[in-house]
């Protein structure tokens, strides 16, 4: 299903990325530059890309660079920094640290509500190339959105100024809507901060994905991923008592955040995201061993915590979700993590766990939701 939800994910095949390989139990850092299945177009290419991708693709252990999207504030001065600063010049910890996302506003169904639901008003911008803008498609796919909130996707190469959008010309970046962006009043933006700066002129911070955005206002409603996958699961907002809205019944799932559930699901999001969502990042983006070191281990015991889970839930023949039998937001969190975390080569520069093959629980859980078990 997952494939089929986040449609051709060219990630692995045609992005080029620094990988750092674990040795456990000493976890000594290597760095090495890996070109990943390169399409011919991109190998002909390459040398006229040759200038902008040496400021994105990274030579050494003291110069990585990440895509992602959210939590510590650490604004930027968006005309005098570099975009791929992603550790601070000059911060010896060499700690990878999120920004704060700065667009929080809901859809809601409120007397007063400054973005109602309406069918066919909204908009996603995602990158196949983010974990945290898959996660909101995984959630607009499984709730029935399709008609309600549009989609598409930015160029996979991530340059100076951020995510672009593709030009018509370009074949080096398959997949379904990966297009230039298709909404009206927008055919001179290039790049998404063009949809950030049309909102907010003065903003300052990184040009994030995912973004839901407001065509009839013309402006981003959020750029937080948790919270836009909540909107996207609220059953009070998309139901049938306004006929313009997709029927409870399109929904692929129910509520992926369910009331009995909803205190387990919290405790369990603090630790994911810390130890494996972020700190897959945090891991593969260090500038000193010592972050690396911190970070990594923390991941990998992470991921052996949920490992515990499942094996307790199979075990127990409660079903094959975190919560047994459950489909939740925390499946939808932790899918691709996992699924990167067994394979190399994805951008995140860590290698494989090394248990997910030995114990494949996991494998067997991201098999399930990925339509191939």
Request: charged letters at 25%; one cysteine or more.
């Amino acid at each position: 299903m997952y494939s089929r939800l986040v449609s051709q994910t060219p990630t692995a095949k045609i992005i080029t990325r620094n990988i750092v390989s674990l040795n456990r139990p000493s976890h000594k850092l290597f760095v090495s530059s890996l070109t990943t299945s390169r399409s011919p177009e991109q190998n002909r290419n390459s040398s006229t890309q040759s200038q902008s991708q040496s400021q994105f693709h990274s030579r050494t252990f003291l110069k990585p660079n990440p895509l992602g999207s959210h939590s510590i504030k650490t604004r930027m001065t968006s005309t005098t920094s570099k975009i791929t600063n992603w550790v601070a010049p000059g911060d010896k910890s060499g700690e990878f640290r999120r920004q704060t996302s700065s667009f929080r506003d809901w859809i809601s169904d409120g007397p007063d509500a400054k973005f109602p639901p309406e069918k066919g008003r909204y908009h996603l911008y995602v990158s196949y190339a983010c974990p945290w803008a898959q996660r909101t498609l995984i959630a607009r796919k499984l709730k029935g959105l399709e008609d309600f909130v549009s989609f598409s996707v930015v160029h996979w190469h991530m340059g100076d100024k951020g995510w672009r959008f593709p030009t018509p010309n370009e074949t080096d970046c398959p997949g379904e809507n990966v297009t230039p962006d298709p909404l009206p009043g927008h055919e001179g933006y290039t790049h998404l901060r063009d949809i950030y700066f049309s909102t907010d002129p003065s903003y300052s911070g990184r040009f994030t994905v995912p973004v839901l955005f407001d065509k009839k206002t013309d402006q981003i409603v959020n750029n937080e991923s948790s919270e836009i996958l909540r909107m996207f699961n609220n059953n009070t907002v998309f139901n049938n008592n306004n006929s313009s809205l997709p029927p409870t019944n399109s929904a692929k799932v129910d509520d992926l955040y369910p009331e009995h559930l909803r205190q387990q699901i919290d405790e369990i999001g603090e630790w994911t995201y810390d130890a494996i969502n972020n700190g897959v990042y945090k891991s593969g983006f260090a500038t000193t061993q010592e972050a690396y070191e911190r970070n990594v281990h923390a991941l990998f015991d992470a991921l052996d915590r949920v490992e515990g889970i499942l094996a307790e839930n199979k075990k127990n023949d409660k079903g094959p979700y975190v919560f047994g039998d459950r489909l939740t937001e925390t499946d939808i969190r932790l899918l691709r993590p996992t699924l990167q975390m067994q394979h190399p080569g994805h951008p995140e520069r860590i290698s494989p766990h090394p248990r997910l093959d030995a114990e494949p629980i996991l494998g067997r859980r991201d098999a399930r939701l990925s339509g191939h078990d």
